[in-house]
């Protein structure tokens, strides 16, 4: 695991898009693994003024988003679906076909879970996986407890994760129960994991999953078993890691870092 601490949020966020641009330019049919929430939105932001005004082509990468309420249609303001549209799909040149969620309207949930995670293997597993960390440590939408060998499945959401999503829904009466999400295998099998976490309000819990033990009450501890993970936060959110000095030493001086200072 590389964190990264970056002085402020759009600092924090364009590192993230560079990443995610130069992956695209060094494959351009790469497959993306895409996360909602705040967290990225100023990252497809700068991934949309990378599309613009230098180019940046989408026409040949393929996308899969973490997860998806169940029960929730394309065209509801809540769906993932709707966010990547809004936020990202409709302002690059993404073919539509090529941009993927889990099928949250299938009759038989657990069968496009199945399917899913098919699709995923039949595109050749993820090469990028983008990742936020929710407020109870989740990645995806893999809550406390969640098995470190789940594949994409129907989680039940936590009250913790509801009242952090119920500003995104309209009121916490409006966040529905259930998702269909990656599993933590799901995420460790990509070859790349590229966290960001950002704000003060996240630094407690970042320090206890970056520098505590690994264990399935904070899901992203997980990320410490991915064998190429990077983790980028604002100053806010790294202000409880006791080796602040040691990561910026590495990425000051470690060369792969260079074209990133
Ligand atoms: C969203 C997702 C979640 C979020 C997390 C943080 O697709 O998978 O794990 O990344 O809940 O959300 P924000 O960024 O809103 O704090």
Partial sequence: MQVIIQPDTATAANLVARLVADTLKTKPASVIGLATGRTMEPVYERLIEFHRNDGLDFSKCRTFNLDEYAGVKADDFRSYRHTMQKLLFDHINI??????????????????????????????????????????????????LSSFSSLTHVEFLTAATIRQNAGLCGGED????????????????????????????????????????????????????????IIVADAAAAANLKNRAGYQFAFENNPAWAAYR
Avoid at 105 to 124: H, R, V
Avoid at 177 to 203: E, P, Q
Wanted: negative net charge.
């Fill in 174 to 229: 409006r966040v529905p129960r259930f998702a269909l999400t990656m599993g933590v295998a799901t995420i460790l099998a990509s070859r790349r994991a590229l966290m960001l976490v950002t704000g003060a309000a996240k630094a407690e819990l970042l320090a206890n999953f970056i520098e505590g033990p690994v264990t399935s009450m904070i899901t992203a501890s997980a990320l410490h078993w991915h064998r190429d993970c």
């Fill in 95 to 144: 073919r539509p076909e090529a941009t993927h969620l889990p099928d949250s309207m299938a009759a038989d949930l657990n069968q496009a879970c199945a399917d899913y995670e098919n699709k995923i293997n039949a595109a050749g597993g993820v090469d990028l996986q983008l990742l936020g960390i929710g407020s109870n440590g989740h990645i995806g939408f893999n809550e406390p």
